[in-house]
């Protein structure tokens, strides 16, 4: 268990695992006070990085605040419930308690000194601060529109790709699932910072797709022309629901595919109603199950198969075409994305180059401590950039701050694995902190009880639960709200569905809208504070 006020701050890793309400922000901001009242640590050179610009400016105002706070406690004489972090740094051994107000006193006249921000912040100062060493632009423009940038590139794809290509291809390209519009957004969901493999990547040689597309579509045709009387009668008389769309929409999908398969003339939309026509999509009555579905379907059912295979092979030669051009625009128009900050910087730091061993040995220089808050939430590179320059050598305090079970932003490439890896590597001493100052004590209890009743409860062996303490009769137990009757603190609510057939999304949103609301008003009708 890590004490804020008695723990040894060591040069070397430090990961503190905080559930949530323990006061992680509490004790991040008394390291950096004992950092610099104990270790005589300029506010300049602690490098304090978290996720968001909001948490950057609400923990700029609790360090600053804390030092003022200290500096105040100590210049009057000790009072019996001074906070222990205070009381620690009157009674130090080897510096007098004079010289821990001049180094605090110090440290709020120089805090706009101070370097706490964003990840991306922090690269950008590498950057722009170490251009020779980093092999950056001095004049890039650090610019927010990469989405702008990703959209001119599939248009410039399809223009390239489709303009001039078979009129298939061409309409097959601008079907729903596969539309430019889908294309930027895939793109613009790739990690920007690590490499990727796209599982559907193997088997889609673009070309291959392209052909078999185009052959599929001339059997398609074949079939039409043989078999439409065929289909007709079939859907006509033998479907099982009155509302399929191959029954209800016939008349209007025998237009579009004449005009599509017969007259030549081949839209997105005669395309996208093949999906419905096809051999999976027809469900026969119980009394025609036995007759041979409609030759037309099946082929429907090939071609729609194909389709999505080509779907995903126009996927695979987009990126890598995006990769190549925006990578081009990039470097001509003397910008960078957000996400380039970080690659950029990680290269540069990890380069074996003089330049990257120059940069290595400046970036050490400048800062005697790191405090990562929130590192859940923080991706291989920036465990790579961090590891680089502060991990290794025992020259460094650094500490990663937070918690492993709220890691929340898989999607921006955070990522657990590199989190653990880490530690291994590093050789981390690990704390945690054990008591929840947040939530009420009969909640701390049952969550407590929730998940130790489980060997394994995040499904990870590295991840395990371990209980933390409530503060009984804290400022939570007589603040909050508790509810009267014998009604539990933890509940876990079941929707119940007594209709035959199953909910819908908007009807499971709305039953779960209406409990929440009437859960609202229990609650405020019912419920007492402390």
């Not at 009743?453 to 603040?479: C, I």
Request: charged fraction near 30%; hydrophobic fraction near 40%.
């Amino acid at each position: 268990t890590f004490d804020s006020a008695s723990t040894v701050l060591a040069k070397r890793v430090t990961l503190l695992e905080a559930s949530a309400g323990t006061g992680k922000t509490y004790a991040l901001a008394r390291i950096f006070l004992r950092l610099v009242a104990e270790e005589d640590v300029e506010v300049g050179k602690i490098l304090t990085v978290t996720f968001t610009t909001a948490a950057t400016e609400e923990l700029r105002g609790r360090i600053r605040s804390l030092l003022v706070e200290a500096y105040e406690t100590l210049i009057d004489p000790p009072k019996q419930n001074d906070e222990p972090v205070f009381q620690r740094l009157r009674n130090l051994d080897d510096v007098p308690v004079e010289e821990c107000i001049r180094r605090i006193r110090l440290a709020i006249a120089c805090f706009d000194e101070a370097i706490i921000s964003t990840i991306h912040g922090f690269c950008n100062r590498v950057l722009s601060e170490n251009s020779f060493e980093t092999q950056s632009l001095f004049e890039s423009e650090l610019n927010k529109a990469s989405k702008e940038m990703v959209k001119e590139g599939v248009g410039e794809y399809w223009r390239e790709v489709f303009a001039a290509a078979n009129p298939i291809l061409s309409a097959a390209a601008s079907t729903e699932n596969i539309k430019p519009e889908l294309m930027v957004d895939f793109f613009d969901s790739l990690p920007r910072t690590q490499d990727y493999i796209l599982g559907f990547s193997r088997g889609s040689e673009f070309q291959m797709a392209k052909d078999q597309l185009l052959e599929v579509f001339e059997k398609l045709k074949t079939a039409w022309l043989s078999g439409q009387e065929d289909y007709t009668d079939y859907v006509s008389n033998c479907l099982s629901r009155k509302d399929a769309r191959a029954k209800t929409q016939l008349a209007r999908h025998t237009c579009i595919l004449n005009q599509c398969l017969v007259q030549g003339e081949v839209s997105p939309a005669g395309i996208e109603i093949l999906d419905e026509m096809r051999e999976s999509k027809l469900r026969a009555k119980a009394e025609f199950r036995e007759r041979e579905v409609p030759f037309f379907a099946r082929e429907a059912e090939s071609f729609c198969l194909v389709l999505e295979s080509f779907g995903r092979a126009v996927r695979v030669d987009c990126v890598r075409f995006l990769e190549e051009k925006m990578s081009q625009w990039k470097a001509k128009r003397g910008v960078v994305f957000f996400d380039d900050l970080l690659s950029l910087t990680a290269n540069a730091v990890k380069s074996e180059s003089e330049d990257g061993k120059s940069l290595r040995a400046t970036l050490r220089d400048s800062f005697d401590a790191a405090l990562i808050d929130e590192f859940q939430d923080t991706d291989p590179v920036q465990f790579e950039i961090f590891s680089r320059l502060f991990g290794h050598k025992g020259k460094h305090w650094l500490y990663l701050i937070g918690d492993p079970k709220q890691s929340i932003y898989r999607f921006r490439g955070a990522d657990l694995e590199a989190y653990f890896d880490f530690a291994k590597k590093t050789n981390a001493q690990r704390y945690s902190l054990d008591t929840n100052f947040r939530t009420v004590t009969p909640l701390v209890d049952s969550v407590n009880a929730f998940f130790e009743k489980s060997d394994k409860p995040f499904l990870h062996e590295e991840l395990s639960f371990t209980p933390v303490n409530p503060n009984r009769n804290g400022n939570a137990d007589s603040s909050k709200m508790f509810m009267s009757g014998n009604k539990p603190a933890f509940v876990i609510r079941e929707l119940e569905w007594k209709k035959d057939k199953e909910p819908n999304n908007e009807e499971a949103k709305t039953a779960i809208r209406t409990d929440m609301a009437n859960e609202i008003e229990y609650l405020l009708s019912e419920g007492t504070v402390g």
